[in-house]
């Protein structure tokens, strides 16, 4: 298996701009998740799903955040309007429930 | 909500020597897992571990949960300039899917 596969690896942009990261979990897994690591904070679950539904969210920094699972694939995290405080590097994990989680290779953000 | 402290935060050891880095938890641990950063990567899975008392090792990486103590340890054996990297352990928040990590330990072997 190709493990889980994110993209784009690194992205750079403007404060405003929307940003979109993508997300494809090992098949087969129904768990999904979204991390965000920074230094000050380290590594922060953002949301995960189950089977496509998203099941907490509570991580999720505020209303400029949005995740979206549409099928067993493949998911998103969207940032709309990006600051310059979203910049860190975001994990995206999947698991078969009860079992350990596998982790991406991340998505590397800087926001100017 | 659950925390867990690592220490110590960073590491720097010779080629060859012993060390062991911790994870204690502020709450009862249901699950604890190690996993492995290196820079630029995501998280590479070590062991997990369920019960107390229970130790697993794989190569040179021996971790032990201590259910009481509500701590674990990740001991690593004559280290390697391989074994360099950030160790993170994660939590199961029990009854969820959900982990929470500490900050990490970044471990630095010197040839």
């Known amino acids: 298996d190709a493990g889980v596969i994110q993209s784009p690896r690194h992205e750079v942009t403007e404060m405003g701009q929307e940003v979109t990261l993508r997300c494809k979990p090992i098949s087969g897994h129904d768990y999904l998740f979204w991390y965000r690591q920074t230094m000050m904070r380290g590594l922060e679950l953002l949301i995960y799903?189950?089977?496509?539904?998203?099941?907490?969210d509570s991580g999720m920094p505020e209303d400029r955040f949005s995740a979206k699972m549409p099928n067993a694939s493949f998911s998103t995290l969207k940032i709309q309007p990006s600051e310059p405080r979203d910049s860190a590097v975001y994990f995206c994990a999947s698991t078969n429930g009860g079992e350990t989680q596998y982790f991406g290779p991340g998505t590397r953000l800087l926001v100017l | 909500s659950q925390e867990l402290e690592q220490s110590p935060q960073s590491l720097i050891v010779q080629e060859g020597k012993n060390l062991t880095i911790n994870c204690t938890s502020s709450k009862t641990l249901y699950g604890l897992y190690w996993y492995k950063q290196k820079y630029g990567e995501g998280l590479i899975f070590l062991m997990m571990?369920?019960?107390?008392?229970e130790e697993k090792s794989h190569e040179k990486i021996t971790a032990k949960l201590d259910e009481k103590k509500q701590q674990s340890s990740l001991h690593i054996t004559a280290s390697q300039p391989s074994h360099a990297g950030i160790y993170l352990c994660?939590?199961?928040?029990?009854?969820?899917?959900?982990?929470?990590f500490g900050k990490g330990t970044k471990l630095t072997v010197n040839p």
């Open positions: 571990l369920q019960k107390g008392g």
């Open positions: 994660g939590a199961d928040k029990g009854g969820s899917e959900k982990l929470v």
């Open positions: 799903f189950n089977n496509n539904v998203p099941i907490d």
